[in-house]
């Protein structure tokens, strides 16, 4: 059975940084692609930065050039660095993969959520 693990959230002040991690458990072919979604207190949850496969990366507008994301295929882990926070970051980090489980049997996974508080 699949399951995805978070870690890496906390308390960070302004301007601080903080790494994200989450990482499959349990046996799958290949990860098509990995995002990271955030859900601020009343809001939405947004998308904040996917990956794919091959490495591509697309990120929110909010997050440019601030945020990176990365994996680890080795590990079955994507990462968020999250640099130069803002107390706007604030907020519970989801991951959530597309992946094969099997041949020709596609899956897609949350993670449990991991609370980002950006506040001095």
């Known amino acids: 059975q699949v399951q995805l693990v978070e870690s890496g959230g906390g308390l960070v002040q302004p301007g601080g940084s903080l790494r994200l991690s989450c990482t499959i458990s349990g046996s799958i072919i290949t990860v098509n692609t990995w995002d990271w979604y955030r859900q601020a207190p009343g809001k939405q949850r947004e998308l904040v930065a996917n990956?794919?496969?091959?490495?591509?990366?697309d990120y929110a507008e909010a997050v440019k050039g601030r945020f990176t994301i990365s994996q680890d295929k080795s590990k079955k882990t994507v990462y968020l660095q999250m640099n130069s926070l803002k107390p706007e970051d604030t907020a519970v980090y989801y991951c959530?993969?597309?992946?094969?489980?099997?041949?020709?049997?596609?899956?897609?996974?949350w993670g449990q959520g991991t609370e980002v508080t950006v506040s001095s």
């Open positions: 990956i794919t496969h091959a490495g591509n990366t």
């Open positions: 959530y993969v597309d992946l094969f489980v099997r041949i020709g049997i596609r899956g897609g996974y």
